[in-house]
């Protein structure tokens, strides 16, 4: 062929893609402004809400009469367009609408249009998706009900496949019981506690110790006439779905606005709600760094950087829910083939991110020039500066604190999203996420369970049998419109809470603990408290401090909970084309132990730390977040419930010292030293296993497993364990920022 024809069909190629760009746009846009209008709370007019409910009805049983197999590569036989079912409007049903609106008009296109992306399958597909995670997860009580019922009406009359949850907790490694429910009310009625900051004694928010049991009373009749109504309408026991712990007006209202604003309450999120006050000032930070206009670097760009992070430290999670919005915010799908498909200049962020990762006292002032110099790039406007430099470091530092926290927790994937549903009926497919909307047409290949799992060890360089993949058996419950599985949750530490068997090294590690810190001599926090609790109690009368678990300490059945026996860690995707390959050979984790000592020196708190440095130089190209940052790191450090496993006393326990041990532990581990602390506390507080527990979230959360989760060396419970991780994400962030931004101010 000429020249001239390769230029044909190369503008006839150009042509073609840029037409299913703007259908794919529209697709999404259509959607996403159907379920924009749930994203309301208006108590005075519940109408709003209905009326998009039913607006969003209409627009899928339209794509219901017209798909042919949503899910599946295959066609087989539906039901004919006028086939009689629940689902198919009848001219007297309230969904049918007279007037003819913009939406409509976009659904129409997309209906009867043959070369639209996808076509109807594509699009039911991804309406049933964001259905069932909204059904689920939606703080709304109305909108859960209706697409619960949409749902178990499509299942029931086998209309079309349907995607069921595969896993009902935002955690493989914590029970749905003991996640804050969406709704004030949930099953157990006691007293809210989570950890708080450290001068706040008892919540503010919540009930309070001598809440009546009247009060109790009415809200068990409550929940009996809320169980009563779920019969009559078919609907499962709301605590079954949304969490077994009773949320106050403050976590709830927390749950909405995120939702509000964001359309999606995410699971990283719903177990960073373990902790309501840390809550609010993270998703500022969260916002700041990844959402909001402020800083040189675009947003696109902010979010493929912590794709790349997420990518290397094989966080599946994070990766899937960063490729969604990098989409929907305008990305280039290009980008995400992969390191060598995004911009020069983006490139060399592989080697800061490695270095960052696993070896960050080796970063020297050398690199950082490399990176403001033009010998990096090929051409002119390649190269970085200050500014976007530091806005990257914040990026970078940001992610890989957070890779440790999701790993750490075992977050399990969104429900709308690859591994986060499988489908009843539809065949052997691949069951693609919301996340691949918008991305260019890849065929991930997953023929056979064993290619499935060739394909995650060569991403990830493990091999685990316990890659599950989708079974189109029809499930055996009842519930089997939430899951397809039929396994059992795992009964163990991991997914039984507090309550679980107790291993006996743990618990005498633990009662140790609580002794040193009974005896520690560092009491100035356990005086705020005393002072504290004097002070208020001419306001609230003989209050004494009960340090109480957050629920019965008598045991009650479990929630049947459909759950996969996933280990966490899995990965779907081929990551590494996110990493380059010569630097992820050469650059390897190590510790900054004494070899490394004869090489480089400890980073000295006393010389340059965040909080009287670093904070200034982020606030130079990113006001204000440098000192929300502060406020993040300060509140994380102070957290607490005052007290450690579920001991009831009356005597608090001040776990100060152990959580700083965490944290200088962390830092220590990645050759950072603080001047004033004294390190024989890490040896006395923290046990050789918990000790490695800390090391392995810090260096290769990648490697967590549930094992790990139910072995940290203390008896702890859930939201404990949460803080341990928590504290090791802050402080592994807080490190890698003092190390990148200390060389950019001498820049």
């Not at 940001?398 to 927790?409: M, Q, W």
């Not at 041990?661 to 040896?683: C, E, P, T």
């Amino acid at each position: 062929m000429n020249h001239n024809g390769l230029t044909a069909d190369a503008a006839a190629y150009e042509e073609i893609a840029r037409d299913t760009r703007a259908r794919q746009l529209q697709a999404y846009r259509l959607r996403e402004a159907l379920f924009k209008g749930l994203q309301v709370e208006s108590p005075e007019s519940p109408e709003d809400r209905q009326e998009a409910l039913e607006k969003i009805l209409q627009v899928v049983k339209s794509f219901v009469r017209v798909a042919r197999s949503p899910f599946s590569s295959s066609s087989p036989n539906t039901p004919p367009s006028n086939a009689e079912s629940p689902l198919h409007n009848k001219p007297d049903t309230p969904t049918n609408t007279t007037h003819f609106d913009l939406t409509e008009l976009a659904t129409h296109q997309l209906l009867h249009d043959e070369d639209a992306v996808g076509g109807a399958d594509e699009q039911l597909q991804y309406f049933l998706l964001t259905m069932l995670r909204l059904s689920l997860t939606c703080p709304f009580k109305d909108v859960r009900h209706t697409f619960k019922h949409f749902l178990q009406t499509l299942k029931a009359n086998g209309i079309t496949p349907t995607p069921q949850a595969r896993h009902l907790s935002p955690s493989y490694f914590i029970h749905l019981d003991d996640i804050f429910s969406l709704e004030t009310k949930a099953s157990r009625y006691t007293t809210v506690q989570y950890p708080r900051p450290g001068n706040i004694s008892y919540s503010p928010w919540s009930a309070d110790e001598n809440t009546s049991n009247d009060t109790v009373e009415e809200g068990r009749k409550e929940e009996q006439d809320e169980q009563e109504d779920c019969a009559k309408t078919g609907s499962p026991e709301e605590a079954s779905t949304t969490g077994g712990r009773a949320a106050d007006e403050y976590v709830r209202q927390m749950l909405v606005k995120t939702y509000i604003d964001e359309g999606r309450l995410a699971n990283v999120f719903r177990v960073i709600a373990f902790f309501p006050t840390y809550y609010e000032i993270y998703h500022t930070t969260y916002s700041k760094t990844i959402k909001s206009s402020i800083g040189p670097l675009p947003r696109v760009w902010r979010i493929y950087l912590a794709i790349l992070v997420a990518a290397q430290q094989r966080c599946q999670y994070l990766v899937s829910l960063l490729k969604l919005e990098f989409l929907h915010v305008g990305g280039d799908p290009a980008w995400l083939k992969g390191l060598a498909y995004c911009p020069p200049k983006l490139r060399p962020m592989s080697r800061l991110i490695l270095v960052l990762a696993r070896q960050p006292w080796r970063l020297s002032e050398d690199d950082i020039r490399a990176l403001m110099s033009n010998t990096v790039g090929s051409a002119l406007g390649e190269s970085w500066s200050k500014g976007e430099l530091v806005q990257a470091v914040v990026v970078i530092a940001t992610f890989l604190g957070l890779s440790s926290f999701v790993l750490g927790c075992g977050i399990a994937p969104e429900l709308d999203m690859c591994g986060g549903f499988s489908v009843t009926g539809g065949g052997k497919s691949e069951n693609k996420g919301v996340e691949h909307e918008l991305d260019t047409r890849t065929t991930m290949v997953r023929a056979t369970e064993d290619a499935a799992r060739a394909a995650a060890s060569h991403a990830t360089g493990w091999y685990d049998s316990n890659i599950a993949m989708d079974n189109d058996d029809d499930p055996a419950s009842d519930d089997a419109w939430i899951a397809t599985d039929d396994t059992t949750p795992p009964d163990d530490d991991s997914t039984r809470g507090q309550h679980s068997p107790i291993n006996q090294d743990d618990f005498e590690q633990t009662t140790e603990l609580i002794s040193k810190l009974k005896l520690s001599k560092d009491s100035d926090l356990k005086q705020e408290l005393l002072e504290s609790l004097e002070g208020g109690e001419a306001d609230t009368g003989q209050r004494k401090l009960s340090i109480k678990t957050s629920r019965s300490v008598i045991e009650r059945p479990r929630s049947p909970v459909a759950t996969r026996s996933l280990d966490g860690g899995v990965v779907y995707d081929d990551l590494s084309r996110y990493v380059d390959p010569v630097l992820d050979e050469s650059i390897e984790i190590k510790d900054f132990d004494d070899e490394e000592r004869q090489h480089y020196e400890e980073f000295m708190l006393g010389d340059y730390c965040y909080e009287d440095h670093g904070y200034e130089l982020v606030n130079q190209f990113l006001p204000d977040l440098g000192e929300d940052l502060v406020e993040e790191f300060d509140e994380a450090q102070s957290i607490t419930d005052w007290s450690i496993f579920h001991q009831v006393t009356e005597a608090a326990v001040d776990t100060s010292p152990l959580r700083y041990a965490i944290w200088y532990r962390v830092q220590q581990i990645l050759g950072i030293v603080k001047d004033d602390y004294n390190y024989d506390d890490i040896s006395r507080y923290l046990s050789r296993r918990t000790s490695e527990y800390i090391k392995k979230v810090c260096q290769q959360p990648d490697a967590i497993r549930r094992t790990d989760w139910s072995n940290i060396g203390l008896s702890l419970r859930p939201e404990e364990k949460c803080h341990v991780n928590l504290l090791v994400a802050s402080a592994r962030k807080q490190a890698l920022l003092c190390y990148g931004l200390s060389i950019l101010a001498t820049l």
